[in-house]
């Protein structure tokens, strides 16, 4: 596929499904989602998404042997949450789409304010002085995920019936596209991706086993709302840490670091939900078995008469 095709089929992706999730979206229950959360779990959920994740790339870069591109990639993916297609792929994954929708949203709000600074405190760190653009990242961000989310909301709201025709055909078209510009991009990064160090793959799955952990860990008990966040907190924006990779660090050693956390992340993401499926059917089995354990114990307890015998009070 051509650089210039696959440059424009992962945008017209992301917008497709982007405006499809919009229309799927109730502000409302989005809104309260956020008026649940105490000031503690704000706090915690800042630590768990803008400062575990890229503390956690910058030890794996100094433990093991991947490279200063491919930490530098690590650490772009780490400090970018709220990847545009995580409302959906959450959905498709069982978890509440509200819930994803509201962090997506928050830390789409928060990324170009904690992006510039956690990219400029790092990069001190190896004596040099990087300086991202919170303007360029607000017009990156509206551009991704807020003007397609408004689209979606107003052809809702102000053409219901040609909003539900179209919901269909744009998930099914939005797909299409992604996966034909992930094939794409593979094919393209190939040849890099074969001379990429293995601890590169290992960096990735123990990142996005981190990302999960931190949601996890951090947020309090496995509540619905707090499995949602963790998966949404895995799902980085790879599409974001590549833009920036080629257009502000103009080093293309960094893309198979990212691609290969894109990968990881699919992976995690899919054994955690599988597993967590399987534990509500277990505990959804369990449900039903205890009233029948029950009662069996009470009729233990009080044998039934044979016939034809008297019982007390009779």
């Avoid at 670091?257 to 089995?285: C, N, P």
Wanted: charged share 10%; with cysteine.
């Amino acid at each position: 596929m051509p650089e210039s095709l696959l440059k424009l089929v992962m945008p017209v992706a992301v917008l497709m499904l982007m405006v499809s999730v919009g229309m799927s979206l109730d502000v409302r229950e989005l809104i309260a989602n956020w008026r649940r959360l105490t000031p503690a779990l704000w706090a915690k959920l800042l630590l768990a998404t803008f400062l575990v994740p890229p503390a956690c790339a910058l030890g794996l870069g100094m433990v093991l042997p991947i490279g200063l591109p491919a930490l530098a990639g690590l650490f772009l993916v780490a400090v970018a949450p709220g990847a545009p297609l995580m409302t959906r792929g959450a959905a498709k994954r069982g978890f509440n789409m509200q819930t994803a929708a509201s962090y997506q949203v928050w830390g789409a709000l928060l990324a170009p304010l904690m992006i510039p600074v956690l990219v400029a405190a790092a990069s001190s760190l190896f004596g040099h002085g990087i300086w991202l653009s919170p303007v360029k990242l607000v017009k990156i961000i509206a551009l991704q995920q807020f003007a397609p989310l408004l689209a979606g909301l107003a052809l809702v709201h102000w053409w219901p019936r040609a909003a539900n025709r179209l919901q269909q055909p744009l998930n099914l078209g939005g797909n299409i596209l992604l996966t034909t510009g992930l094939v794409g991009l593979l094919w393209k990064h190939g040849p890099a991706l074969r001379h990429v160090s293995p601890w590169v793959a290992v960096a990735a799955l123990v990142l996005a086993v981190a990302c999960m952990a931190a949601g996890l860990l951090l947020l309090g008990k496995g509540s619905a709302t707090v499995q949602t966040l963790a998966v949404s907190n895995v799902n980085r924006h790879v599409g974001l840490a590549m833009l920036l990779s080629g257009q502000d660090f103009h080093n293309p050693r960094m893309i198979p670091a990212i691609a290969a956390y894109a990968l990881a992340a699919l992976l995690v993401m899919a054994v955690f939900a599988r597993i967590t499926r399987r534990r509500g059917m277990g505990e959804s089995r369990r449900s039903l078995e205890k009233p029948v354990t029950t009662a069996n114990h009470q009729l233990a307890s009080h044998p039934v008469a044979p016939a034809g015998t008297l019982t007390a009070g009779v």
